[in-house]
T-cell receptor
Framework: DAEITQSPRHKITETGRQVTLACHQTWNHNNMFWYRQDLGHGLRLIHYSYGVQDTNKGEVSDGYSVSRSNTEDLPLTLESAASSQTSVYFC???????????FGPGTRLTVL | GENVEQHPSTLSVQEGDSAVIKCTYSDSASNYFPWYKQELGKGPQLIID?????GEKKDQRIAVTLNKTAKHFSLHITETQPEDSAVYFCAASGNDMRFGAGTRLTVKP
């Protein structure tokens, strides 16, 4: 069955370290998204991609970067982790256009 | 950019009662309005969506209404069951998707 996976599921890191969160989908979806979820804020869009080599900044992109070298993967990199980036991160994917987004199980990141 | 407000933040109902969650949005260009349910420890999952050319959509016990003039849309759950207990998010999408802050629904048996 097609799915979307995230790894790792839990990560603890130190301030200033570079961290990469992986997202992999097997639906062959054009669109992929990264969100962070914090209490009281719902889901906030970090970066998104509408296809290979396409990346766009979302609402809260500072301190994060993504790259899309193939259809299946959109890794999220925290260049220099900060305590304010402690959060739960969700990856999602969808077909082109405005359609249902399928979410991964999330990665809980703690920056000490 | 788009701004989505969602109310209430928490909602407690008795099993069998109805639950209503309301959202407003700011960008008149938004034309896709999904609702997601998130259970503890899982990612959000779509339960129903509506597009701007439709005023109401129903799927069994769940219905969504959209008022484009007033820029608000609502989720209605009838005959609530304990398994409906979860966090519900509304969203509005034009150029990108913006989510409301969420409503924690508790259905008491």
């Amino acid at each position: 069955d097609a799915e979307i996976t995230q790894s790792p599921r839990h990560k603890i890191t130190e301030t200033g370290r570079q961290v990469t969160l992986a997202c992999h989908q097997t639906w062959n979806h054009n669109n992929m998204f990264w969100y962070r979820q914090d209490l009281g804020h719902g889901l906030r869009l970090i970066h998104y991609s509408y296809g290979v080599q396409d990346t766009n900044k979302g609402e809260v992109s500072d301190g994060y970067s993504v790259s899309r070298s193939n259809t299946e993967d959109l890794p999220l990199t925290l260049e220099s982790a900060a305590s304010s980036q402690t959060s739960v991160y969700f990856c999602a994917s969808s077909w082109a256009g405005l359609n249902e987004q399928f979410f991964g199980p999330g990665t809980r990141l703690t920056v000490l | 950019g788009e701004n989505v407000e969602q109310h209430p933040s928490t909602l407690s109902v008795q099993e069998g009662d109805s639950a209503v969650i309301k959202c407003t949005y700011s960008d008149s260009a938004s034309n896709y309005f999904p609702w997601y349910k998130q259970e503890l420890g899982k990612g959000p999952q779509l339960i129903i969506d509506i597009r701007s050319n439709v005023g109401e959509k129903k799927d069994q016990r769940i219905a969504v209404t959209l008022n484009k003039t007033a820029k608000h849309f609502s989720l209605h759950i009838t005959e609530t069951q304990p398994e409906d207990s979860a966090v519900y998010f509304c969203a509005a999408s034009g150029n990108d998707m913006r989510f409301g802050a969420g409503t924690r629904l508790t259905v008491k048996p």
